[in-house]
């Protein structure tokens, strides 16, 4: 079955410090990723994907994530963080050769705080 | 912002009763897909319109039903609500039904008393 893991419910930095938010991933065919980030009383937010290619992945904002297949992983990551990248943060993911949906399987969620 | 509206906003409802709620997906999007994310946890898929037919179905009982109209605008549907069914329902809006990206709206926030 697939299923994705956020094994950090909430992980804390100080502003101008590197960033690393954590996922795993299970899935049985090869996966779509995504991050996905949510602020308080709204929708989800497109951050960035990783479809094919190149394994390191720049999106939205600064935010970087690298896709590893070896360790099924999919780490969201930026070099300086700032006070307003606090948020709640989804990683999610699709089968692509077994699903004809765009079903999302989306991890708990890591509430990232930064701190000024 | 993604162009993707859902209303209304908030709504409270009694246990037993119906609800509808609705999603305009963004421009040129012909595939909307509709999630439920109880508090403290991650979206969950409901089901998928594809040109006003249900594409894929997620592990939700009959109950929960949806509808895509000919402009792509989708309507959710639940009858003889439940408290669990308390939780934020978001749409989402694609251009097909193995999308790179879905885009989501902010949601609407129900309340089951």
């Known amino acids: 079955a697939q299923s994705v893991a956020q094994p950090e419910d909430q992980v804390n930095v100080a502003e101008g410090n590197p960033l690393t938010v954590k996922c795993t991933y299970s899935v049985s065919g090869n996966p779509y990723l995504f991050w996905y980030v949510q602020y308080p009383n709204r929708g989800l937010q497109f951050l960035l994907k990783y479809i094919t290619g190149d394994n390191l992945v720049k999106g939205s904002y600064g935010f970087e994530a690298e896709f590893n297949k070896s360790q099924t992983s999919f780490h969201l990551k930026k070099p300086s963080a700032l006070v307003s990248d606090s948020a709640l943060y989804f990683c999610a993911v699709r089968d692509k050769s077994t699903s004809n949906t765009g079903k999302l399987i989306f991890g708990q969620g890591t509430t990232l705080q930064v701190k000024p | 912002e993604t162009g993707v509206t859902q209303s209304p906003t908030h709504l409270i409802k009694t246990r037993g009763q119906q609800v509808t709620l609705r999603c305009s997906s963004q421009s040129g999007h012909n595939t909307v897909s509709w999630y439920q994310q109880a508090l403290g946890q991650g979206p969950q898929f409901i089901f998928q319109?594809?040109?006003?037919?249900?594409?894929g179905r997620g592990n939700f009982p009959p109950r929960f039903s949806g509808l895509q109209f000919p402009n792509y605008s989708s309507e959710l549907n639940v009858n003889a609500l439940e408290l669990d069914d308390s939780a934020l329902y978001l749409c989402?809006?694609?251009?097909?039904?193995?999308?790179?990206?879905?885009?989501f709206g902010p949601g609407t926030r129900l309340t089951v008393l």
């Open positions: 989402a809006s694609s251009l097909d039904v193995s999308p790179d990206t879905q885009y």
């Open positions: 319109y594809y040109r006003e037919e249900e594409n």
